[in-house]
């Protein structure tokens, strides 16, 4: 469970790293276009902020059978922001 607040971290860092790029393109181009990557960067910035509290609020009552399926949803979604913010960087 621990490795998934981890992870959940790491998608946060990740979602705000890929709002500060999209914010940089905005700012640049001023475009309709813009604004939907801000939205769809927030999005990824408070789902991933709703996933860390949810898991730490509700530890004690998640079965321990859970876990390995919450790290491998957080994978995927820390390899999935990860590649977004590669791509949005080059």
């Known amino acids: 469970m621990d490795a998934s607040i981890v992870l959940g971290v790491v998608s946060i860092a990740l979602a705000i790293g890929l709002f500060a790029m999209y914010r940089r393109v905005y700012a640049q181009t001023r475009s309709g276009f813009g604004v939907a990557l801000l939205i769809f960067a927030g999005a990824f910035v408070v ?18 059978s859970f876990s390995p399926f919450l790290f491998g949803i957080g994978a995927c979604e820390a390899t999935g922001l990860g590649a977004m913010v590669w791509t949005a960087s080059r």
């Open 47 to 64: 789902q991933s902020a709703l996933t860390v509290y949810s898991y730490l609020a509700a530890m004690p009552i998640i079965p321990p």
